[in-house]
């Protein structure tokens, strides 16, 4: 049956160029989306307990004449992403409370990016 076998036939240059663009195209929107990934923008969901967004205002307490507005992004069991009003670096613990929630907590930086800031719940209670 090799006789209806079909010819290759050559590509002309636009159509390697167009394949070229593509691929070049396809690599960069790869390495964004990695990109993207790592920094957490939009990632997908590994962690053990899921995510809820949430639009709360809390008060971040780095040291007892150091407290700064901040608000909750967004809550799971174990942490939260939290938005610091003005810009700055906060220390690697300190106490959060969300009176809305009856929440105070130690909470732990794991990742800081601007004004935005992932942290862990290391020790909670409710507020009575």
């Known amino acids: 049956m090799s006789f209806f076998k079909k010819r290759k036939q050559k590509k002309s240059a636009m159509e390697v160029a167009i394949e070229a663009q593509a691929a070049a195209l396809s ?13 957490g923008v939009a ?9 809820k967004k ?4 809390a008060l971040a307490i780095f ?7 901040c608000r909750i992004v967004d809550h799971s069991y174990s942490g939260m992403q ?10 690697e613990e300190f106490a959060l409370t969300i009176p809305t929630l009856a929440f105070i907590g130690v909470v732990k930086k794991v990742w ?3 004004n935005r800031v992932g942290v862990s719940i ?6 009575s």
Do not use: M
């Open 27 to 39: 690599k960069r929107f790869d390495q964004r989306l990695r990109a993207t990934l790592h920094h």
């Open 43 to 51: 990632r997908e969901e590994t962690r053990a307990y899921s995510r």
């Open 54 to 57: 949430d639009l709360r205002v």
């Open 63 to 69: 040291t007892p004449e150091t407290e700064r507005s």
């Open 82 to 91: 939290i938005e610091l009003l003005p810009e700055e670096c906060c220390p």
């Open 112 to 114: 800081q990016n601007g």
């Open 122 to 127: 290391l020790r909670w209670s409710e507020v």
